[in-house]
């Protein structure tokens, strides 16, 4: 069988407003493109905040032919074999941290993953907005009360509220958690060095993938790990201000097929 020239290239795309756009429409020219990366051998996966849950219903648009990088990095799930390859989960201290957490910020909502269930403490706008786009519910509980071990955990507020409480869990328990933004109203924690960086990586060397043939675009904070493992960090326009202030090599937005476009910039290297 003749080789194809993506043979040996690793494409690794985030998902919302990277690849998917808000609307909910998937760029026509973005599924052609992926299919014609992976007809010339190239292996595309999806590296998504979300989790398994909330990631299945948009499988079919994703057309992936790898392990996906899941809640953050905490997870690389095999949808073809329909199994969980690695998972790193919270440490157990996560709900105490958060009940103390949140006396000092009464405005957050959170947003906690244990498994297939989602769990939910003092719901706001933002919360509401979220579930909804992805496409689940959720049962309200008590910090406390929600079984344990979770994947991720996620505060919803605005991003001015956010701040502070992200430097407060980086001083006071930088050891344990990453708390990094997915978006201005979204603050994601997974467990110390569960990130989308360190997962493509470990996707890659489990695929037998050189460093200089990974490639990854994102749009957001919590892509910035991934990007600096990219031979070349890609960002649709519509990244926000840190990414491009960081220096991502900028594609058309999200809705005008950011993703068709890297890939033809693929096309030229190879």
């Not at 001083?171 to 994601?188: D, K, P, Q, T, V």
């Not at 997962?199 to 600096?228: F, K």
């Amino acid at each position: 069988m003749a080789l194809g020239k993506f043979d040996g290239v690793l494409l690794a795309t985030d998902f919302d407003d990277t690849y998917f756009p808000e609307s909910g429409i998937l760029p026509r020219e973005n599924l052609e493109a992926v299919e014609y990366f992976k007809a010339q051998g190239g292996i595309f996966t999806i590296s998504t905040g979300r989790a398994h849950r909330t990631f299945f219903p948009f499988l079919a648009q994703a057309s992936v032919n790898a392990p996906v990088i899941l809640s953050n990095g905490a997870q690389l799930y095999d949808f073809a074999k329909d199994e969980m390859v690695l998972e790193t989960t919270l440490p157990s201290t996560i709900a105490q941290d958060l009940v103390s957490l949140l006396e000092q910020h009464p405005q957050l909502s959170l947003e906690a993953y244990h498994g297939e269930d989602v769990y939910i403490w003092n719901p706001n706008k933002w919360t509401w907005h979220h579930l909804k786009k992805a496409k689940t519910d959720a049962a309200e509980c008590p910090v406390l009360e929600m079984p344990q071990p979770w994947g991720k955990a996620i505060l919803h507020q605005e991003q001015e509220l956010l701040l502070p409480a992200q430097a407060d869990i980086l001083r006071l328990w930088g050891e344990r958690y990453e708390a990094i933004f997915s978006n201005s109203h979204m603050l994601e924690l997974t467990a110390k060095g569960a990130t989308k960086g360190g997962m493509v990586l470990e996707l890659a060397r489990r695929l037998g993938i050189r460093r200089e043939h990974i490639y990854c675009a994102g749009d957001n904070q919590n892509d910035l790990p991934m990007l600096s493992v990219s031979a070349i960090p890609f960002a649709p326009a519509n990244c926000a201000r840190e990414v491009k202030d960081w220096g991502a090599k900028l594609l058309p937005t999200c809705e005008e097929g950011a993703i068709a476009a890297l890939i033809g910039e693929l096309d030229k290297l190879y």
